[in-house]
């Protein structure tokens, strides 16, 4: 696969991708969409969010500042995009921390259709109803084989699943892919993960009819941003900036160089 065909995608039709996200890193996920060509906007009331899932090419969900007002607004956007059938981004992240998170998640893929999954390796397993817990919203080690982890809750809910990590995994019911892209300073920055899922939805909203592909390709590109970001590491303010100003200048040559998507 190419990623930056699905890059270039993004740059040429300039999805919308609403948001209900976490609070933390609201800004942040704006300005990598932003960054992508895309066009984000973050609308939570309920008054709202149908009416804004009417212009919008997909919906990201985070629930890491969760209310339950704010559930409320996501299956209300959920079920909008759902008949508009854009593609439904949902970040589990914290899964694994609170019962309020854990109940939150099954209700979201109980009653609306979810495209991506998205997560680190404990809030995946935790999903998919392994024993683990989250601390905050760091992963923890998990046991057994992560690919077959992603793979079956994949099935199970019929959606792409995207677990992160050192070596990102995705999976849906007839393949998993890994990606090999990206540093382990990603992980001093606050919120890397949450924009990783904006840059899944908009590449999936540019892509819909393959969010498997797109999800892989999204990460992709994201890694590459942070490989080229490390390259004289100062900190990790001065690092993620230069994540979104390497997405905003990626190219061709960069992106088929470093690529490296195995099946």
């Not at 990206?182 to 890397?192: L, R």
């Amino acid at each position: 696969m190419d990623a930056y065909g699905f890059l270039a995608n993004v740059r040429e039709k300039r999805p919308l991708v609403h948001h209900i996200t976490n609070w933390v890193t609201i800004s942040d996920c704006a300005q990598v969409v932003k960054s992508l060509g895309a066009s984000p906007v973050m609308a939570h009331a309920a008054e709202e969010v149908e009416e804004m899932c009417g212009l919008a090419s997909a919906l990201v969900l985070n629930i890491g500042t969760l209310t339950r007002e704010i559930v409320d607004s996501m299956k209300v956007a959920a079920c909008a995009a759902n008949k508009r059938k854009i593609p439904v981004i949902l970040d589990v992240c914290g899964a694994g921390a609170t019962s309020f998170r854990d109940r939150t998640c099954i209700e979201l893929l109980d009653t609306v259709r979810i495209d991506v999954v998205k997560g680190n390796r404990s809030e995946i397993a935790r999903v998919a109803g392994r024993h683990v817990h989250t601390r905050g919203v760091d992963s923890l080690f998990v046991t057994g084989d992560l690919g077959a982890i992603a793979s079956e809750l994949a099935r199970k809910r019929g959606c792409t699943v995207v677990m992160t990590g050192a070596e990102d995994i995705v999976a849906d019911s007839g393949k998993t892919l890994l990606i090999r892209n990206g540093v382990d300073q990603m992980a001093t920055v606050v919120g890397t993960g949450c924009m990783a899922a904006s840059v899944i939805g908009a590449f999936a909203g540019a892509s819909p009819e393959d969010p498997t592909l797109a999800a892989a390709a999204a990460l992709s590109c994201f890694g590459i941003a942070a490989e080229l970001a490390a390259v004289g590491f100062a900190g990790p303010m001065a690092f993620k900036q230069q994540i979104l100003d390497n997405l905003y200048a990626l190219d061709r040559t960069n992106t088929r160089a470093r690529q490296r998507i195995v099946e």
